[in-house]
């Protein structure tokens, strides 16, 4: 069966620190990738996304940067954290196109100090 | 952007009572999704329908859809305290053949 990695559960940074985010998906292979941001009571705002190896596509302009150096493992990565960045970040999987369910991850609550 | 919007943002139910909860949605689709997420926890997909049904149960849920309002409903009948959590609803993204646009969900409460 497929499973996904996320960690860490809970991160606590300063302004202006580096970040790294890992998610790895177990049990199927050349999946689409995800980084979602979840503000408190919000929806989901799609960050990057990935169809393949070295494959990223970016929603949103921000200080955020992704890549995807293994089939199968996806990395979300700032190199100056600002407040804005706190916030919920979820990592999901698909295979195929929308008709397909998209499977997540439990998430890194970020905050930023 | 936000494509689907749901409606109520919050709603409150005793144990036994039904759920429904509505999705709007502002360009056409191939299919819509309901997700639902508890608190602190990833989203767990629970039902699409594709553009050309009308309504699809799975268990306690049945979802409708009106291409011609643009809109959902998700129903939870006879719902529990464990049906507690927050739902999603989620139409084709814009960005990649894959990719979808949640909307900002409805948070729903059922007390014993």
């Known amino acids: 069966s497929q499973t996904i990695h996320q960690w860490p559960a809970t991160l606590v940074q300063p302004v202006g620190s580096p970040l790294s985010l890992e998610c790895t998906v177990e049990?199927?292979?050349?999946?689409?990738l995800y980084w979602y941001r979840q503000a408190a009571g919000r929806g989901l705002q799609l960050l990057f996304y990935s169809v393949g190896i070295g494959q990223i596509s970016s929603e949103v302009p921000q200080n955020l940067s992704a890549s995807r150096p293994q089939d199968r493992q996806f990395i979300l990565s700032s190199k100056k954290l600002l407040l804005s960045d706190s916030g919920f970040y979820l990592c999901?999987?698909?295979?195929?196109?929308?008709?397909?369910?998209?499977?997540f991850g439990d998430g890194t609550r970020l905050s930023i100090l | 952007s936000q494509q689907g919007e749901e409606d109520p943002q919050a709603l409150s139910i005793q144990e036994g009572e039904n759920a429904t909860m509505n999705c709007s949605y502002k360009t056409s689709i191939n299919n819509l999704q309901w997700y639902r997420q508890n608190s602190g926890r990833g989203l767990v997909h629970l039902i699409l329908i594709r553009s050309n049904e009308r309504e699809k149960h799975s268990g306690r849920l049945r979802v409708t859809l009106d291409t011609s309002k643009k809109s959902s409903s998700l129903l939870i009948t006879a719902s529990r305290a464990a049906d507690t959590a927050s739902y999603f609803c989620?139409?084709?993204?814009?960005?990649?053949?894959?990719?979808?646009?949640f909307g900002k969900g409805t948070m729903l409460l059922v007390s014993p």
């Open positions: 049990g199927t292979s050349n999946p689409n």
């Open positions: 999901a999987w698909s295979v195929g196109d929308s008709r397909q369910p998209q499977h």
């Open positions: 989620a139409t084709d993204g814009h960005l990649g053949y894959s990719t979808l646009t």
